[in-house]
Nanobody, 116 residues
Framework: QVQLVESGGGFVQAGGSLGLSCEPS????????MGWYRQAPGKQRELVAD???????NYADFVKGRFTISRDKAKNTVYLQMNSLKPEETAVYYC??????????WGRGTQVTVSA
């Protein structure tokens, strides 16, 4: 069973930066979109950004201009560079893979904590 392995979470002060990465443990076929969601305590999971197989990107309004999503298509690895982080962005960040066919994949999540 292929799993998505996230890394790069941790602690950072407000205004700081963190980079996340997500790599599958095996081969995933038919990848359409790779992306990042986040879920803060007591809140619903929300889309942060995603990137399609053609390289087009989509960002939530609240991260535009501060976060950058990128993808290594050959490795099916997706990255999220987060700058100017805010305390309210403390959350578990999840990687996801949406496929043209078959089930989607979700990572277990990586904790990002932004201190005031």
């Amino acid at each position: 069973q292929v799993q998505l392995v996230e890394s790069g979470g941790g602690f950072v002060q407000a205004g700081g930066s963190l980079g996340l990465s997500c790599e599958p443990s095996g081969t995933i076929f038919g990848v359409k979109t790779m992306g990042w969601y986040r879920q803060a305590p007591g809140k619903q999971r929300e889309l942060v950004a995603d990137i399609s197989s053609d390289g087009s990107t989509n960002y939530a309004d609240f991260v535009k201009g501060r976060f950058t999503i990128s993808r290594d298509k050959a490795k099916n690895t997706v990255y999220l560079q987060m700058n100017s982080l805010k305390p309210e962005e403390t959350a578990v960040y999840y990687c996801t893979v949406d496929r043209y066919f078959g089930a989607d994949y979700w990572g277990r999540g990586t904790q990002v904590t932004v201190s005031a």
